[in-house]
């Protein structure tokens, strides 16, 4: 149990478009989800909390209007990327907080999006 | 600000030997501890997750330690393959029980 699944696996978009990624946990309920970024040959960095029915929390320095996240279910996040760019060529992954009452929080990840932007 | 280190960032070993791999945190009021596994271009298997009240857990060749006090916390591979080469991701987890820190990584090599 416990799997968390990414749509698409991988990207590519022309400048200036936009691409919407999909965060699914398939056999378990999340009310919170994160999404993460790595580059290549480092580590992952936190972007959002994603919370269903309301607003994600984003880091700092995160822009909140290029990275648009919805949590619209207790099963889906989605991270939009706006008007990406190359710099925004990433790997992108995504994991969800199973919560079990009287257990201790666990997160799930998902396989990851390679969005390359040319 | 949690911030996570993991020494060496590189390693490179003979088929057969045994190794560890270490981490260090910053912040000791942690919810959990846990080790990932990441092969080139690929996701995040998790290998173990030792909670803020265990020391240590266990699972077949792999043994990871939590020593809270100290901020730190060690992944023993006990006989080492070649596909056991990969990056080996150490995360902790805040006290909320939210939002993972992820040290560098190391990248193994097993050499055959």
């Known amino acids: 149990g416990a799997v968390v699944s990414q749509h698409p696996s991988w990207v590519i978009c022309k400048s200036g478009t936009s691409v919407k990624i999909e965060c699914r946990s398939l056999?378990?309920?999340?009310?919170?989800m994160f999404w993460y970024r790595q580059f290549p040959k480092q580590s992952l960095m936190l972007m959002a909390t994603?919370?269903?029915?309301?607003?994600?929390?984003?880091e700092q320095g995160v822009e909140k209007d290029k990275f648009l996240i919805n949590h619209a279910s207790l099963t889906l996040s989605t991270l939009t990327v706006t008007s990406a760019h190359p710099e925004d060529s990433s790997f992108y992954i995504c994991?969800?907080?199973?919560?079990?009452?009287?257990?201790?929080?666990?997160?799930?990840f998902g396989p990851g999006t390679r969005l390359t932007v040319t | 600000k949690q911030e996570v280190t993991q020494i060496p960032a590189a390693l490179s070993v003979p088929e057969g030997e045994n190794l560890v791999l270490n981490c260090s945190f910053t912040d000791s009021a942690i919810y959990n501890l846990q080790w990932f596994r990441q092969d080139p271009g690929k996701g995040l298997t998790s290998l173990l997750l030792i909670q803020s009240s265990q020391r240590e857990q266990t699972s077949g060749r792999l043994n990871a330690s939590l020593d809270k006090s100290s901020g730190r916390s060690t992944l023993y591979i006990a006989a080492s393959q070649p596909g056991d080469s990969a990056t080996y991701l150490c995360?902790?987890?805040?006290?909320?029980?939210?939002?993972?820190?992820f040290g560098e990584g190391t990248q193994l090599t097993v050499n055959p």
């Open positions: 056999d378990f309920q999340a009310t919170t």
């Open positions: 994603s919370n269903e029915g309301s607003k994600a929390t984003y």
């Open positions: 994991s969800a907080r199973r919560e079990v009452w009287g257990h201790p929080y666990e997160q799930y």
């Open positions: 995360a902790v987890g805040g006290t909320s029980g939210s939002r993972l820190t």
